[in-house]
Nanobody, 124 residues
């Protein structure tokens, strides 16, 4: 069983940056596809980014391309989400997730393990 804990959320002005971290425990994540999702009030949880187990490929939601990047350190069992040029519409609870699958990375149903989420608020 993989336990995931996100950190790094907070309040930032539009145009600013935040870096979220996700620490895993219980099992190594080196074989998992890792993803970030977000959920704004009253909306469904949506895909943000995913990275392959090796870190060799990443997939981005159109809304964050060019602004967000994701990295992983399998030795430290962590993943990070660097968010730049933040917009008010990026405001949401951000979740880290782990998937044993390598396809359909945008689908919440493909993820086996989830963190509790961290709040990101972007003020205009």
């Amino acid at each position: 069983q993989v336990q995931l804990v996100e950190s790094g959320g907070g309040l930032v002005q539009a145009g600013g940056s935040l870096r979220l971290s996700c620490a895993a425990s219980g099992r190594t994540i080196r074989r998992y596809t890792m993803g970030w999702f977000r959920q704004a009030p009253g909306k469904a949880r949506e895909f943000v980014l995913a990275i392959s187990s090796s870190g060799g490929s990443a997939h981005y939601a159109d809304s964050v391309k060019g602004r967000f990047t994701m990295s992983r350190d399998n030795a430290l069992n962590t993943v990070s989400l660097q968010m730049n040029s933040l917009k008010p519409e990026d405001t949401a609870v951000y979740y880290c997730a782990a998937s044993q699958y390598t396809t359909s990375y945008y689908n919440t149903g493909r993820y086996d393990h989830w963190g509790q989420g961290t709040q990101v608020t972007v003020s205009s």
